[in-house]
């Protein structure tokens, strides 16, 4: 386990994986019945935002545990996908007020915000540019015929 092999793409989606997992305890709407957190008004949308989380830190976890980069690298691609779902999902959930709700609150903001760094960190993940964990082999020269 090397955290060194961290770069920005891994440290934003880490971030983002964070910020949502933070939202989903904090308030996300409030209406004449008090406030509603995510867990109070479960759905789809929750469950894809859980979706787009565990990729966030499944895309953390094998970057830093894997020897080399294809695991990261698929891994980071399904990020794409879940963040990208997430954030759609999270949209409709920040347009839609539920169960009478007159506010957004927080959450709902911190979730937006985590899901758009989940998809940018999970885009600047995949440019896999890192140094190669091994030095390189240098072939020997053929003979000429």
Same mark, same amino acid.
């Given at each position: 386990?090397?955290?060194?092999?961290? %770069?920005?793409?891994?440290?934003?989606?880490?971030?983002?994986?964070? *910020?949502?997992?933070?939202?989903?305890?904090?308030?996300?709407?409030?209406?004449?019945?008090?406030?509603?957190?995510?867990?109070d008004t479960f759905? $789809?949308?929750?469950? =894809?935002? *859980?979706?787009?989380? +565990?990729?966030?830190?499944?895309?953390?976890?094998?970057?830093?545990?894997?020897?080399?980069?294809?695991? $990261?690298?698929?891994?980071?691609?399904? +990020?794409?996908?879940?963040? *990208?779902?997430?954030?759609?999902?999270?949209?409709? %959930?920040?347009?839609? *007020?539920?169960?009478?709700?007159?506010?957004? +609150?927080?959450?709902?903001?911190?979730?937006?915000?985590?899901?758009?760094?989940?998809?940018?960190?999970?885009?600047?993940? =995949?440019?896999?540019? %890192? $140094?190669? %964990?091994?030095?390189?082999?240098?072939?020997?020269?053929?003979?000429?015929?």
């Amino acid at each position: 386990m090397n955290l060194r092999w961290l %770069r920005a793409g891994e440290l934003l989606a880490a971030a983002g994986a964070v *910020l949502a997992i933070v939202s989903l305890f904090e308030p996300w709407y409030e209406g004449p019945s008090g406030t509603l957190d995510a867990w109070d008004t479960f759905g $789809p949308a929750v469950v =894809l935002l *859980l979706a787009a989380i +565990c990729a966030a830190l499944a895309l953390v976890v094998t970057t830093v545990t894997e020897r080399t980069t294809a695991v $990261p690298v698929a891994v980071g691609v399904w +990020c794409v996908l879940l963040a *990208l779902i997430g954030l759609i999902a999270t949209v409709v %959930r920040a347009l839609e *007020l539920p169960d009478h709700a007159t506010t957004r +609150c927080a959450g709902v903001w911190l979730a937006l915000a985590g899901t758009v760094l989940m998809l940018a960190g999970a885009f600047l993940a =995949l440019r896999d540019e %890192r $140094p190669s %964990r091994y030095e390189p082999t240098a072939p020997e020269p053929q003979p000429e015929p």
